[in-house]
């Protein structure tokens, strides 16, 4: 059965309308270079017309010349011609580099524009959009202005300007021969432009594709070996060969219907010049047209069709042009976190004290993430989050760094709501770990100062002391000039931990986030990490998710989130004496660490801790299920 047409998709009616309403849209990306594209178009005139001084010289060269024997007329003729010919090579040249050059330049200026906008956009864009389609965004789509700022169009309009003195002088001419030739042309353009409406949609097709193929081509080069590691190679080249394969499916399209469009044209100029043949010769015959002439009217019949070969092997360019074009003013109508109508105020120092009032949260409609949220962290302090995965912990560190909007209820930075601050004053007192420690390919000295590029060495240095980065850093070679390797690569994971709290340290920050920030290290550097963590931690309003419970005891004020909810809140010895749900994550935590260093047969349950027996007996269940889940992940089930 036949699939039924989305009512929701448009039409192709509705498409066309679409890409003309486009238009504007695309014209004033090119704004900056509207003189500039005048001057082009003005010194395409004069380069068109001096170019018809040759054709319209035939007649005279063999009417006066080779049939009348007028010697007389031959100098001027070839000065004319020559005159001309300088005149139209300057044109050409002066196109060339007026326009080509300046078509570069505006695809730096518009490269550059589309990521600091990018750059600008929220956190939700980048959840919804991959990387390398962000990438081809940024260097793709924009390569379209060489063929709109540059010679491609000016050419274009050049041609069709001579199209029409051309067919002006077709028709003073000969009225039947051009009816003809001008009839055989109107339904050859009709054919293209029905052509063209059919392999737009490819063409628009093709940067969405080539983003995916980059996207996933960047994520496995990236995440190299976590595909080695599970031996995932070939698949990975199944999957980059399917996406290539797309891209070349829709680029044999468009060649073919281009293909198609050139045989078409020529078969175009084949028939016309035999009709022009038949019907001239039978006018040179009767007397009715001069032999000067009849060169001259097919001279000038070939600037009337020329066009036609330039929209085979010009429109396309233009049409993926203007496609790409309309991609970056997709992307440049996207409004800044920071430009939001609501955001007028500036915060100059932060205090510190944050608070929720009844908040929501859902990162897709109807789909609630956080439920009726409220607590309140006075300045100064430090405030844990603990509960199990996906309970909304780092939702709420992300709503507290305006990475996101809540969808109900709010959040108070010193009595002002987050969603009327300006980010750039809230931001810049604000300071982040977070457990996927990221790194640039640089050195550990720039990674340390990405924080305040304007730090001096001694602050860069104080802040590597006590995040102990000068423990790793004073034995390499190159100390702190060392690069670490994209993403961090050369240093482990815990290197790289204390790099970015280091970075953090640096920052200064009155608000500080620790997301798992001591995930990545063993428990001897994370002793010592901690006391680095403390002097940062000291004097600031602190948010920690830590997933050792042991690290967060001396927290002011522990949040125990679970299902989106807060369930529990208190200090360690509250919570702990409440012999709650914080106490059953306590308890049992201790319990599976210590299992970690038991020998075989010796169990945590002759333990003289009670909580560490009630809490093995409540393991005792899950423990008993591993077997039968491992049997089950090797094969060997039911």
Request: charged share 20%; with cysteine; proline share 3%.
């Amino acid at each position: 059965m036949a699939a039924e047409k989305d009512p929701k998709s448009p039409s192709k009616t509705e498409k066309r309308k679409n890409t003309w309403k486009n238009l504007p849209d695309v014209w004033a990306l090119m704004k900056p270079r509207r003189g500039l594209l005048a001057l082009g178009f003005l010194l395409m005139a004069i380069n068109r017309l001096s170019g018809l001084v040759l054709p319209a010289s035939t007649k005279y060269f063999v009417d006066n010349v080779v049939v009348k024997k007028e010697v007389g007329v031959l100098t001027p003729i070839v000065l004319a011609v020559l005159f001309a010919t300088i005149l139209q090579g300057l044109t050409s040249f002066s196109l060339t580099q007026l326009l080509s050059k300046s078509a570069q330049k505006m695809i730096t200026e518009l490269r550059r524009k589309v990521q600091a906008h990018i750059g600008r956009l929220p956190i939700s864009f980048y959840d919804a959009n991959k990387t390398g389609v962000l990438v081809s965004r940024i260097m793709s789509d924009v390569e379209g202005v060489r063929n709109l700022i540059g010679t491609g169009l000016v050419e274009f309009v050049g041609g069709l300007m001579t199209a029409v003195i051309a067919l002006v002088y077709l028709i003073h001419t000969s009225v039947l021969m051009t009816a003809v030739a001008f009839s055989i042309l109107l339904v050859f353009g009709f054919g293209i432009s029905k052509a063209f409406t059919t392999i737009r949609p490819i063409f628009r097709a093709r940067p969405k594709i080539t983003g995916e193929v980059t996207g996933r081509l960047t994520e496995s080069l990236g995440g190299v070996r976590v595909v080695k590691g599970y031996h995932a190679e070939e698949r990975e080249e199944k999957i980059f060969a399917s996406g290539v394969q797309r891209l070349l499916d829709n680029v044999l399209k468009t060649l073919t219907a281009t293909s198609l469009m050139s045989l078409s044209g020529a078969m175009l100029l084949g028939i016309v010049s035999a009709l022009m043949l038949e019907l001239g010769g039978h006018k040179i015959l009767s007397g009715s047209m001069t032999l000067g002439q009849w060169f001259a009217y097919n001279a000038f019949l070939a600037f009337l069709i020329a066009p036609v070969f330039q929209i085979v092997a010009i429109g396309t360019q233009i049409t993926e042009a203007i496609t790409g074009l309309e991609r970056t003013r997709e992307i440049l109508k996207e409004n800044p976190e920071d430009e939001a109508p609501g955001r007028t105020v500036s915060l100059e120092r932060v205090e510190g004290l944050v608070e929720m009032e009844h908040l929501s949260f859902a990162y897709e409609t109807r789909k609630e993430v956080l439920h009726d949220v409220s607590f309140k962290s006075e300045p100064g302090t430090v405030t844990a989050l603990v509960g199990p995965s996906g309970a909304g912990k780092s939702t709420i560190i992300g709503l507290i760094a305006a990475f996101y909007i809540p969808s109900s209820g709010r959040v108070l930075v010193d009595g002002e709501d987050l969603s009327t601050v300006k980010l750039s004053s809230y931001r810049t007192q604000l300071g982040v770990v977070l457990q996927e420690t990221f790194l640039f390919d640089g050195t550990i000295r720039e990674n340390v100062a990405f924080a305040r590029p304007e730090a001096t060495e001694d602050e860069i240095l104080a802040a590597c002391h006590i995040a102990r980065v000068d423990e790793f850093a004073e034995t390499f070679e190159n100390k702190y000039d060392t690069v670490v390797g994209e993403r961090g690569i050369k240093l482990s994971g815990g290197q790289k931990q204390r790099v970015s709290i280091a970075r953090a340290i640096l920052a200064d920050p009155r608000i500080l986030i620790l997301d798992e920030a001591t995930s990545s290290l063993d428990s001897e550097s994370e002793a010592l990490i901690q006391e680095g963590l403390r002097y940062l931690m000291r004097g600031r309003t602190t948010f920690v998710i830590a997933h050792r419970l042991s690290t967060i005891r001396r927290a002011d004020q522990i949040l125990v989130v679970e299902a989106g909810r807060i369930i529990e809140r208190g200090n360690h010895q509250t919570l702990y004496a409440l012999n709650g749900r914080y106490y059953d994550l306590y308890t049992k935590q201790h319990a599976v660490e210590a299992n970690l260093f038991l020998a075989p047969g010796e169990s945590t349950l002759e333990s003289d801790d009670p909580a560490g027996r009630e809490a093995s007996a409540g393991n005792g269940r899950g423990a008993a299920d591993l077997p039968d889940a491992i049997r089950l992940i090797r094969g060997q089930g039911n």
